[in-house]
């Protein structure tokens, strides 16, 4: 009689193959997302955003994210080995982020910033202590000075300097900068959730079909005894 692995009799009687499909494809929805805010935080970091953001959401960005990465490919691992073991080590994990991860992301949402006065003060401080910094970011915005291009302008006469000539002030395209990377690392996050709650319900879903189904494993004729999840089970 011909041997019936675990994963066949799984699938033919347990029906997960598209639950598993779901489950990879959600697990890999995560692992982008993730991708995506170790990106942004490390790009963060190299640009001129440090200066006004700060370095500990950056470095925040790049923890959070390549966690994410790491237990979205235990899942994606979950699912190919079909081991019920790793089914209930990933899904704990996953839960204690998704709970770590939401309370961050409404604290981001709901939380009031004034950005107006945060950019206020760090431009005040390089204006004192670093124009070269002023330089760069007048020619990297093509802006003069913060709210107009007589105000704490880098050149004093940078909106008729040659290689300036920039007639707003600054304040506007760094507000802009400002909300469009907290714009993207909530959508990002919100997308990241999602992807990571349906697929824990897939893998809460796929972790009991393999208990209920490898009982009736145990007695099918021509079974492989080799099986990883029976030796775990002995």
């Not at 999602?194 to 009736?216: K, P, T």
């Amino acid at each position: 009689m011909a041997t019936t692995t675990f994963g066949e009799y799984l699938d033919r009687l347990g029906g997960t193959s598209v639950l598993r499909v779901i489950h990879m494809t959600m697990n890999g929805i995560a692992a982008v997302a993730g991708t995506f805010l170790v990106i942004m935080g490390t790009t963060s970091l190299l640009d001129m955003f440090k200066t006004f953001g700060g370095t500990s959401l950056p470095i925040f960005s790049i923890i959070l994210g390549s966690l994410v990465v790491l237990i979205s490919l235990v899942g994606i691992v979950s699912s190919i080995k079909r081991s019920q073991y790793m089914f209930g080590t990933y899904s704990g994990l996953l839960t204690l982020l998704v709970l770590f991860q939401l309370v961050v992301l409404l604290v981001i949402w709901l939380r009031p910033y004034d950005v107006e006065s945060r950019l206020t003060d760090v431009w005040e401080r390089l204006y004192k202590n670093d124009p070269d910094s002023i330089r760069y970011i007048e020619k990297d915005l093509k802006c003069c000075g913060f709210e107009s291009p007589v105000d704490m302008a880098v050149p004093d006469n940078c909106a008729t300097k040659k290689h300036y000539g920039f007639s707003t002030g600054c304040i506007t395209p760094l507000q802009f900068q400002w909300h469009h990377r907290r714009n993207a690392a909530l959508w990002a996050g919100f997308t990241m959730v999602g992807a990571q709650i349906i697929a824990l319900v897939m893998g809460a879903e796929l972790g009991r079909r393999y208990r209920d189904v490898r009982q009736g494993y145990q007695r099918v004729p021509g079974r492989a005894e080799g099986s990883p999840l029976l030796r775990a089970n002995a």
